[in-house]
């Protein structure tokens, strides 16, 4: 079973930039399907990009062209490179894996963007 560790959180002004960081350990991440969701004050946990063991990406449609999701086998991590960030990208972000009826979530990781 993998397990997650989030990193990259912070404060950013608008239109500035973070990168997130999700840490895999314990099984090998490479056949994995790892993913970004994000949940906002009250609002539901929701996708945010996912990139599949063999690399094809998929995302949200209001982050397209803003946010970047790729992963470094070898070093067991995915990444989210956020740029542009607005006020409504303010929410805990969670990494998380799968394969198959495997799921792992992380523990979260909370970006705000303000000025």
């Known amino acids: 079973q993998v397990q997650l560790v989030e990193s990259g959180g912070g404060l950013v002004q608008p239109g500035g930039s973070l990168r997130l960081s999700c840490a895999a350990s314990g099984s090998i991440f490479g056949l994995y399907a790892g993913a970004w969701y994000r949940q906002a004050s009250g609002k539901q946990r929701e996708l945010v990009a996912r990139?599949?063991?063999?690399?094809?990406?998929n995302y949200a449609e209001s982050v397209k062209a803003r946010f970047t999701i790729a992963r470094d086998n070898a070093k067991q991590t995915v990444y989210l490179q956020m740029n542009s960030l607005k006020s409504e990208d303010t929410a805990v972000y969670y990494c998380?894996?799968?394969?198959?009826?495997?799921?792992?979530w992380g523990q979260g990781t909370l970006v705000t963007v303000s000025s």
């Open positions: 998380h894996a799968d394969r198959g009826r495997l799921e792992v």
């Open positions: 990139i599949s063991s063999d690399g094809k990406t």
